[in-house]
């Protein structure tokens, strides 16, 4: 079983990044995934989060209208794509994916807003 996050850098003020999380090893299309994000001496926050079919997707009130969720089941794939950047996006993203108690964790892709 694995996650792995990918597309995370140093972009400035109001630049985009697309972060994809790739899994395998489980049937991921049956799993719905949330990004979430930690940054240093802050507590972990959900950002986003998609359901299994991608039917039905959340946001945090702080990236609202600025990031969007997204996935390919046919490619074991979650995106988050992020426009609008800000320096308090700055973080780790992670990863998750959840069916019932199973709980599965990527190792996380940094972001950092910087000009």
């Known amino acids: 079983v694995q996650l792995v996050e990918s597309g995370g850098g140093l972009v400035q003020p109001g630049g985009s990044l697309r972060l994809s999380c790739v899994a395998s090893?489980?049937?991921?299309?049956?799993?719905?995934v949330r990004w979430y994000r930690q940054a240093p001496g802050k507590e972990r926050e959900l950002v986003a989060a998609?359901?299994?079919?991608?039917?039905?997707?959340n946001y945090a009130d702080s990236v609202k209208g600025r990031f969007t969720i997204s996935r390919d089941n046919a490619k074991n794939t979650v995106y988050l794509q992020m426009n609008s950047l800000k320096s308090e996006d700055t973080a780790n993203y992670l990863c998750?994916?959840?069916?019932?108690?199973?709980?599965?964790w990527g190792q996380g892709t940094q972001v950092t807003v910087s000009s």
């Open positions: 998609i359901a299994n079919t991608g039917g039905s997707t």
């Open positions: 998750n994916a959840r069916w019932t108690y199973y709980d599965y």
């Open positions: 090893g489980f049937t991921f299309r049956g799993y719905d």
